[in-house]
C-alpha cells in the first residue's frame, strides 16, 4: 500500500484558483439548478457491471475528450452524495449525541468524532470488507511461488497442475486490483462525505459566533480550519483501516516466511521491529518541523493578506517595498524549518526504499548462519514477501502520525464548534400593553469584552415610540456604533433588558457590500419588486451611477467592492436596508461617507421620505441632520448624557454645545462669505482673474463639443467588467514548465546526476536478485557450488550500493527542489508587489492568497516528491519489463500493444481528468471566498434574518466543488481498472507461455525470478504519477502566470532623480488630463487642465463618481493618463521613479487603515523617526493622551485591520503619520468624514498650523471644512465645472458652489 503516498498527492490536488464570478455563477447555478437536476451523474442508476468496470464515467470521458470541460458539463451528484442530506444526517447525529437538545451546544472531539462515525457507518463497513479481500490477495503469490518453481523443477510434471497454479496465480491478481479499485473509491467517497458535513457546520456556526468568540478568533484561523483542518479530516479515511491492517499484514508475512525459512522468519520479524522503531523518532522530528513550518506559514499568510487588503495606501505611501521585506523575511523563517522538514523526508525516504532490502540481508544472513539451506524458490518466496512488507513498515509511522495530526485538527474543529454563540434571548418583545414602544432599554449595562472589569455602555434607561426618528451623536469613541450593536442584540449584555417590537434593518459604518451583482446587493434575497426597486435607486440617487457603469445594475462587485467608491458602497447598503421594509431601522452614520449634496438628498428621500412613518434610529456627525429628529441621544464614555429634542438640549448647553459649537461657528463664516460686502468681492475677483473662472456657459459649450462621449463608450460583453473570470489553463501543461521548473535550479546541473542514481539504484537491485538465485540450488537434493558466507557477502555489498544510490537521489532532489521553490517564491512576490493597482482591483485577493499558499507548498514539497516517485515508478517498470524480457524476447510481443493500449487510454482519460482537476482548483476558492465574506458581514446577515439563504449558497458551493472531485476520482478508477486489466492479462499469458514453450529451456531460478517481477507488474503506477506530477506541475504554471503581470514604472530612475528639497513650492500644473481604470473602460477624467499655486489650499467637490478620487491617483501614478501630464514644480512627474514621487507627497485616504503590530510600527513603518518625534505628532493630533493612557505606550498593540481603535481614533492616526513626514504637498481625500464636528475641527486647526507653507487639496463632503480655502475646484462626471476663489464664485449667483452653499445653509437654518 505505499501507493498511499501517490493517493495523497491527488487528493491534494486541489489547489484553489478564484473565480471572481463565484456568487454570481452560484447564483445562477441556484435558477439554473433544475435544468441540470435531470442530469444527475451516471453512478446514481448505474447497473452492477456498470459500477464494477466504472464504466459510467464513460459518457463525461469521451465528452471531455472532444472539448475543454466546464462546470456546466460536469453532471450533479446524486442525491444522496449532495451536501444537503449529507449535512443533514450529520448534523441529526450530532444533536442525537447532545440528549436530544436542538442546540448542539458544548461539542467535543468524542461527540464529533462518535457523530462522523454514525453519519459514515456503511461506507465503513464495505471499505474493511474491500480491506480485508485486498489483503488476503496480496499475498497468494508469494506464498505459491516456491511451489511454482518446485512444480518446473519437478521432473514428472502434470500439466493441468502447471495451469491449475496459473490460474490461481491470475485469479489472486484479478482480485486483488478489483478490491483496491473499489476501496480507492469508496474511502474518496468517505473523505468527501466527512469534508461536506465539517465545511457545511463549520460555515453554520461561523453564522451565529458571538462577538466575543469573534474577537479571540481571527479569519485567518478560520480559514485554516476549512482549508487545512476539514481535508485533513476528510484524508485520515485513507489511514482508518491501517489500525488494523498494517499488524494483519505482518503476520501474514511472518506466516509465509516460517513455511519457507523455518526459523529464519523471527530475525525477519525482529528486522521489521526495528525498522518500525527507526521510522519513530523520524516521524516525530517531521511532525514537529511540519507543525513550525505551518506556524511560521500562517504569520506569513496573515501579514501577507493584510498587505493584499491595503496595497492602495502601501503604494500611496511607498511602503510596498517595506512589507515586501517583511514577508521575504518571514518566508526566510518558513524555509529554516522547510529545508530541515526536508531533509528529514530525505531520511525516511530512505528507510522506505532500503526496508526489503535491510530484511532480506538479516534473514539471509541468519540463514547462513543457522545453517538454513537457501533454495531459489524459498529467496523468491521471501523476496516477493519482503516487497509487501515494505508497505507496513513505511505505513505504520505515517498511520500513527496521522492519527495525531487527524486528533490535532478534530480537535481544532471542535473547539471552534464550542464556542459561544449569540445568546438568543438577549431581545425580548415588549408586553401587550406597549405596543406604541419600538426600542426599549432599561438600565441596561453592555461590554464588548465580558472578563474586563470596565463597561462599554452604562446605565443605559431610554424608550423610542414607534415612528419616531432618534439621532445619536458624542465625540470619537463614545459609543455610539455599540448603542446600535447592543439593539441588535450583537453585544454581550452585563445586566438590564432590551426590548424590541418588529422587523430590523441595519446599515454598517463601514460598508459590507458582497462580491456580485449590484442588485444581488441591493435585493439581497428578496424578490424583485421592479417599482419598489426603481423608487429606491432614485432616493438612494444611484440611478445616476448606474448609468456610469457599462452594466448598470448587472455590473459585478469585485472583493469587498473594490470598484465602487465609498459614497457608492454606502449608498448600496442603505437601498438594501430600504428594500428589505422593516419596522425598525438602525442606520450607522450613513452620511459619512457621501458628499454634501447627495447626503441632503439621502436624507430628505430616505430618511424623511420613504422611511417616514418608520421607526429609525441613526448615529451621526453632521450637526445639520440633527433638528429634524424627535429625540436627540448625546453620548459621553459610554453613557447617555443629554436626551431631548434639539432645542431642549441646546438650552442645557454643556456636551451638546460642544458639538453644534464648532458648527454654528463655520455657518457664521459660511453667511459672513455669502453676504460679504461687494466691494470686498471686487478687490477678491479683481485677485483671482489669473485662475481662471470657469462658469455654467463655458462648461455648456463643451459639453455641445462633445456629445455625451462617454455614453457611447458604454461597452457590450464581459471583456467590460472590472473583475475578469479567473485565467485557467486549458489544454495540456506545456512541457516548457516543466523544462522551466528542472533548470530553475542550478540551471538543471543536478538532473543527470538524479537519472543516474535511480538507474543505478534499479541496476544493482536487479543484479543482486539474479545473484541470489544463481548463485543458490534449486532444491535441497543439489550440491551449492559457492560458499554461504560468499553469497551473503557479495549480497549485502550489492545492496548497500543500492542504498547509497537511494540516498543520493533523494538528498539531490530536494537540493534542486528547495532552491526552485525560493527563487519562485522570490519571482511571484516580486511581481505582485510590482504590479499596478488595477491588477488588484481586478484580482480578488483570494486568487493570490491561493497562490501563495496553496500553490507554493506544492512547490516546497510535494513537487519534488512527486518527481522523485515519477522517476521511481518509471525506472522500475523498465527494469521489470527487461527481466522479464531477458528471460524470452518473445515476451516483448505481449508487452509493446500491452503498453501502446495504456498509453492510449491515458491519453483518452487525461483531458477529461486534469480539466477536471482544474476545476477543482477553481471550485475550491468561492468556499472560502464566501466563507470569509460571511464572517465579515455576519452582523448585517443576522438582522435582515439571511442566515439560511446564505447556508444553502454554501451548501451549493460545497456540491459545485465536490462535483468535479466525485467525477476526478471516478475517473481515476476507471483508468486503473482498465491498465489492471490489461496487466493481469498480459501477466497470464507470460506464465502460460513460460510454463508450456519454455519448460526446461531455462533454469526453473529464473523463470521464478520473472514470476516474482510480474506479480507487481503494472503500468498504472507510471500513468498515476505522471498524472499526478502534472496535476502539480499546474501549480508552478500558476505561480508563473504571477511573475509576469504588467508592472508599475520603475521606483527609481537614476537620471531623473529630483533634488532632496523637492518639491519646494508645491506648485502642480494639470495639462490636458485624461484617465480610465483600464484600457477597456471608458474615460473617467476627460481632459482637466488648472494649476494649483504652491501653498495655497484647494478644495475639490463634486458628487460621489465625478473623479475626485481618480485625480488624487493620477497625482500618486496609481492611474497613467491616457493622455495630458501633471507637473509638481516644473518637475513632470511621469518621467521620475515612482518612490522618488510618492515619498515626497502625503495622503490621508478616505478608509483609514492601521497594520496588525504595534503603534510605532503603524506610524513609522520605514522607522525613520525618533520617539520624540512621535510623541510630538501624537499630541498634534490629539491622540497623544489616549496614547499614554494604553499599556505599552507607543508599542501598544494594534489588532487585524485596527479592530481595537474606532474609525475616527484610526482617521487621528493616519493624520499622525501626515505630521511625521511634513510634505510639501498633501492630499486630504474626505479625511474627516467619521469623526464629530469637534474633532474635525481641531484637525483643520492642526493642519492649517503645521501646514501653512504646503500646497493642500481637500477633497470634502463637508460643506464647512472647505470654506477657509483659497481656491475651489468643481467637478463633474470628469469635467471641471468652476474653478476659482470661493468668494468669486459665490458672486455669481448662477454658479453650482453658490447654489451648493444655498442649498447648505437654508437646510442648516431650517
Known amino acids: ?318 511602503w510596498e517595498m517595506k512589507f515586501l521585506a517583511k514577508i521575504i523575511e518571514l518566508r526566510n523563517l518558513e524555509t529554516r524549518w522547510l529545508k530541515k522538514l526536508l531533509y528529514t523526508s530525505v531520511m525516511t525516504g530512505f528507510v522506505y526504499w532500503s ?43 505515517d498511520t500513527i502520525s496521522m492519527v495525531v495530526q487527524t486528533k490535532v485538527s478534530i480537535n481544532r474543529i471542535a473547539s471552534f464548534l464550542s464556542l459561544d454563540e449569540l445568546p438568543p434571548n438577549i431581545i425580548q418583545k415588549p408586553t401587550r400593553d406597549c405596543v406604541k414602544v419600538a426600542v426599549e432599554i432599561v438600565k441596561g449595562n453592555f461590554s464588548w469584552d465580558l472578563d474586563s472589569p470596565n463597561l462599554t455602555l452604562k446605565e443605559l434607561n431610554f424608550r423610542v415610540y414607534r415612528g419616531m426618528r432618534v439621532a445619536v451623536c458624542g465625540s470619537v469613541g463614545s459609543g455610539k456604533s455599540s448603542l446600535l450593536s447592543c439593539i441588535l442584540g450583537e453585544m454581550p449584555k452585563v445586566s438590564g433588558e432590551i426590548k424590541l417590537n418588529g422587523t430590523k434593518a441595519y446599515v454598517a459604518q463601514s460598508p459590507w457590500i458582497q462580491s456580485g451583482k449590484i442588485v444581488d446587493n441591493i435585493l439581497f434575497g428578496n424578490e424583485m419588486d421592479k417599482e419598489r426597486y426603481e423608487m429606491i435607486l432614485e432616493a438612494c440617487s444611484l440611478k445616476k451611477d448606474l448609468e456610469l457603469l457599462a452594466f448598470g445594475d448587472q455590473t459585478i462587485i469585485g472583493d469587498r467592492g473594490v470598484n465602487l467608491s465609498g459614497g457608492q458602497k454606502q449608498r448600496i447598503q442603505i437601498a438594501r436596508a430600504l428594500y428589505h421594509d422593516a419596522d425598525i431601522y438602525l442606520l450607522d452614520d450613513p452620511f459619512s461617507a457621501v458628499d454634501a449634496h447627495t447626503g441632503t438628498h439621502l436624507f430628505k428621500e430616505c430618511l424623511l421620505g420613504i422611511l417616514g412613518s418608520k421607526t429609525v434610529v441613526y448615529v451621526t456627525h453632521q450637526v445639520e441632520f440633527l433638528p429634524s429628529a424627535d429625540l436627540i441621544l448625546v453620548m459621553r464614555d459610554g453613557k447617555i448624557t443629554q436626551a431631548g429634542k434639539y432645542e431642549e438640549i441646546l438650552s442645557l448647553g454643556t456636551d451638546f454645545m460642544d458639538l453644534v459649537g464648532q458648527h454654528k461657528k463655520a455657518l457664521a463664516e459660511l453667511n459672513f462669505v455669502e453676504c460679504g460686502d461687494a466691494s470686498n468681492n471686487l478687490s477678491n475677483g479683481k485677485e483671482n482673474d489669473g485662475n481662471m473662472l470657469y462658469s455654467e456657459k463655458s462648461i455648456q459649450d463643451d459639453e455641445e463639443r462633445e456629445p455625451k462621449n462617454y455614453k457611447i463608450e458604454k461597452l457590450v460583453g464581459p471583456e467590460g467588467q472590472l473583475v475578469q473570470e479567473e485565467k485557467r489553463e486549458k489544454g495540456e501543461v506545456s512541457l516548457s514548465f516543466y523544462w522551466k521548473y528542472v533548470t530553475t535550479a542550478y540551471k538543471g546541473a543536478l538532473v543527470p546526476f538524479i537519472l543516474l542514481a535511480g538507474i543505478l539504484f534499479q541496476l544493482l537491485q536487479i543484479v543482486s536478485s539474479y545473484w541470489m538465485v544463481l548463485a543458490t540450488p534449486i532444491s535441497e537434493d543439489v550440491r551449492p557450488n559457492i560458499r554461504g558466507s560468499t553469497i551473503i557477502f557479495v549480497y549485502v555489498a550489492l545492496t548497500l550500493g543500492s542504498s547509497l544510490c537511494v540516498l543520493i537521489r533523494s538528498t539531490l532532489i530536494v537540493i534542486a527542489g528547495y532552491k526552485t521553490s525560493t527563487i519562485l517564491f522570490n519571482k511571484m512576490h516580486l511581481g505582485i508587489f510590482r504590479a499596478s493597482l488595477l491588477f488588484f482591483d481586478s484580482t480578488p485577493s483570494g486568487r493570490i492568497l491561493n497562490r501563495a499558499s496553496v500553490d507554493q507548498s506544492a512547490v516546497d ?10 522517476l521511481t515508478s518509471t525506472i522500475g517498470l523498465l527494469g521489470t519489463i527487461a527481466v522479464m524480457s531477458h528471460v524470452s524476447w518473445q515476451m516483448l510481443i505481449v508487452f509493446i500493444p500491452m503498453m501502446v493500449t495504456c498509453i492510449c487510454y491515458q491519453q483518452y482519460y487525461i483531458s477529461t481528468a486534469r480539466e477536471l482537476s482544474r476545476l477543482v482548483g477553481v471550485c475550491q476558492a468561492p468556499i472560502i471566498q464566501h466563507f470569509s465574506e460571511s464572517h465579515l458581514g455576519s452582523t448585517t446577515i443576522r438582522c435582515f434574518n439571511q442566515e439560511d439563504r446564505f447556508m444553502d449558497t454554501n451548501l451549493k458551493l460545497i456540491d459545485g466543488y465536490f462535483r468535479p472531485i466525485f467525477h476526478l476520482y471516478g475517473a481515476m478508477e476507471w483508468l486503473c481498472f482498465r491498465m489492471d486489466m490489461l496487466a493481469s492479462i498480459t501477466y497470464v499469458i507470460s506464465l502460460v507461455f513460460l510454463i508450456s514453450v519454455l519448460n526446461r529451456v531455462l533454469s526453473p531460478g529464473v523463470v ?286 448662477s454658479s453650482s458652489f453658490a447654489k451648493l452653499i444655498k442649498e447648505y445653509s437654508g437646510r442648516c437654518r431650517t
Open 1008 to 1293: 521464478g525470478l520473472a514470476v516474482t517481477y510480474g506479480l507487481d507488474f503494472s503500468m498504472h503506477g507510471v500513468i498515476w504519477d505522471f498524472s499526478s506530477l502534472e496535476n502539480k506541475i499546474i501549480s508552478v504554471e500558476r505561480i508563473q502566470q504571477y511573475t509576469y503581470i504588467p508592472s508599475e514604472p520603475p521606483l527609481l530612475v537614476e537620471e531623473d532623480r529630483p533634488d532632496r528639497e523637492w518639491p519646494s513650492q508645491g506648485t502642480v500644473d494639470i495639462v490636458d488630463l485624461q484617465v480610465r481604470y483600464a484600457p477597456h473602460l471608458p474615460l473617467v477624467l476627460r481632459g482637466l487642465t488648472c494649476t494649483f499655486l504652491g501653498g495655497k489650499k484647494i478644495g475639490i467637490i463634486g458628487r460621489t463618481g465625478s473623479g475626485k478620487s481618480t485625480l488624487v491617483q493620477a497625482l500618486f501614478r496609481m492611474l497613467e493618463p491616457t493622455t495630458g501630464h501633471i507637473c509638481i514644480d516644473g518637475i513632470n512627474i511621469s518621467k521620475i521613479g515612482l518612490h522618488d514621487l510618492r515619498s515626497r507627497l502625503s495622503i490621508i485616504p478616505q478608509e483609514p487603515t492601521m497594520f496588525e503590530g504595534t503603534l510605532r510600527s503603524n506610524l513609522d513603518p520605514l522607522e525613520e523617526y525618533n520617539d520624540e518625534k512621535i510623541w510630538e505628532a501624537l499630541d498634534r493630533c490629539q491622540l497623544g493622551d489616549e496614547v499614554r493612557k494604553k499599556d505599552g505606550k507607543l508599542d501598544f498593540v494594534v489588532t487585524e485591520n485596527g479592530e481595537n481603535w474606532s474609525m475616527g481614533q484610526k482617521q487621528l492616526a493616519c493624520l499622525g503619520r501626515v505630521l511625521l513626514k511634513r510634505s510639501k504637498v498633501l492630499v486630504l481625500d474626505e479625511a474627516t468624514a467619521s469623526v464629530d464636528t469637534t474633532t474635525d475641527y481641531l484637525i483643520q486647526q492642526t493642519l492649517r498650523q503645521h501646514f501653512s507653507g504646503s500646497t493642500v487639496l481637500t477633497i470634502a463632503h463637508r460643506i464647512t471644512s472647505i470654506l477657509d480655502v483659497d481656491m475651489v475646484l468643481l467637478l463633474d462626471n470628469g469635467l471641471i465645472v468652476e474653478y476659482g476663489s470661493p468668494t468669486s464664485l459665490l458672486e455669481i449667483k
Open 355 to 397: 526496508a526489503p532490502m535491510f530484511i532480506s540481508m538479516v534473514t539471509f544472513g541468519f540463514c547462513v548462519l543457522m545453517g538454513i539451506t537457501l533454495e531459489s524458490g524459498k529467496i523468491l518466496s521471501a523476496l516477493a514477501t519482503f516487497e509487501l512488507l515494505q508497505g507496513p513498515i513505511y505505513n505504520l509511522p
Open 1 to 318: 500500500m505505499f501507493g498511499k503516498d501517490r493517493k495523497y498527492e491527488d487528493f491534494n490536488l486541489l489547489e484553489p484558483l478564484l473565480k471572481s464570478q463565484s456568487n454570481q455563477r452560484n447564483d445562477d447555478d441556484g435558477q439554473g439548478s433544475n435544468a441540470n437536476e435531470e442530469r444527475v451523474t451516471p453512478y446514481a442508476n448505474a447497473n452492477l457491471l456498470s459500477i464494477f468496470t466504472f464504466s459510467w464515467m464513460g459518457p463525461l470521458l469521451s465528452l471531455g475528450y472532444k472539448k475543454t470541460l466546464d462546470l456546466e458539463d460536469v453532471p450533479q451528484l446524486a442525491n444522496c452524495d449532495s451536501a444537503n442530506v449529507v449535512f443533514s444526517c450529520f448534523r441529526n447525529k450530532l444533536e442525537s449525541g447532545s440528549d436530544g437538545s436542538a442546540n448542539v451546544g458544548k461539542i467535543n472531539t468524542l461527540k464529533l468524532v462518535k457523530a462522523l462515525i454514525l453519519s459514515t457507518w456503511k461506507e465503513i463497513l464495505l471499505t474493511g470488507l474491500f480491506s480485508i479481500v485486498h489483503t488476503l490477495a496480496s499475498y497468494v503469490g508469494p506464498y505459491l511461488i516456491s511451489t511454482f518453481v518446485q512444480y518446473l523443477n519437478s521432473p514428472h510434471q502434470l500439466k493441468y497442475k502447471g495451469y491449475l497454479l496459473v490460474f490461481t496465480f491470475f485469479l489472486s491478481k484479478l482480485i486483488r486490483c478489483l478490491s483496491e479499485r473499489h476501496l480507492f473509491f469508496q474511502l474518496r467517497q468517505m473523505g468527501n462525505k466527512v469534508r461536506a458535513a465539517l465545511l457545511a457546520i463549520i460555515y453554520k456556526k461561523g453564522l451565529s459566533l458571538s462577538s466575543q468568540s469573534k474577537r479571540h478568533h481571527t479569519s485567518g484561523e478560520d480559514i485554516n480550519l476549512i482549508t487545512v483542518d476539514v481535508e485533513r479530516a476528510g484524508f485520515f479515511s485513507w489511514y482508518l483501516h491501517d489500525i488494523w491492517r498494517v499488524p494483519l499484514q505482518v503476520v501474514l508475512a511472518l506466516l509465509i516466511l516460517y513455511k519457507s525459512l523455518g526459523l529464519a522468519s523471527l530475525a525477519a520479524f525482529v528486522a521489521t521491529i526495528i525498522l518500525m522503531l527507526a521510522n519513530v523518532p523520524l516521524g516525530k522530528l517531521q511532525e514537529n518541523f511540519q507543525g513550525k513550518m505551518m506556524g511560521s506559514k500562517d504569520r506569513r499568510m496573515k501579514v501577507t493578506s493584510e498587505t493584499l487588503r491595503n496595497m492602495r495606501i502601501l503604494k500611496l505611501q511607498g
Open 861 to 870: 514539497t510535494s513537487i519534488p516528491h512527486q518527481i522523485e516517485e515519477f
